[in-house]
């Protein structure tokens, strides 16, 4: 029963940037995935970091934008957005992965991000 803690979101204009972080113990076990959905949308991936962080990846929409570390002394994981779209636009979800390509453990509670001029 892990509890994950998503923050950072906010209201920015297009163009802009946001860091989420992603807070949790025990984070040094298993990966850390990044999700979104937008209102009447179905849940999709956004990124994934692996237990070590050595391994990272990115939906095509994102890839070159957004960048996912990890900060496991601190227990908490990053996604930096950079060049924002207001199809950005959604509340965005950490969750807990065995790896990357594995099966949603636990989720946060998510964090609304709002890309408008």
């Known amino acids: 029963q892990l509890q994950l803690v998503e923050s950072g979101g906010g209201l920015v204009q297009p163009g802009g940037s946001l860091r989420l972080s992603c807070a949790a113990s025990?984070?040094?076990?298993?990966?850390i995935g990044w999700f979104r959905q937008a209102p009447g949308q179905e849940r999709e991936g956004v990124s994934c970091i692996n237990k070590s962080g050595g391994t990272t990846n990115y939906a095509d929409f994102v890839k070159g934008r957004f960048t996912v570390s990890r900060d496991n002394a601190k227990n908490t994981v990053y996604l930096q957005m950079d060049s924002l779209k207001v199809e950005d636009t959604a509340v965005y979800f950490c969750a807990v992965q065995l790896y990357c390509s594995g099966h949603v453990a636990s989720w946060g509670q998510g964090t609304q991000v709002t890309v408008s001029s």
């Open positions: 025990g984070f040094t076990y298993y990966a």
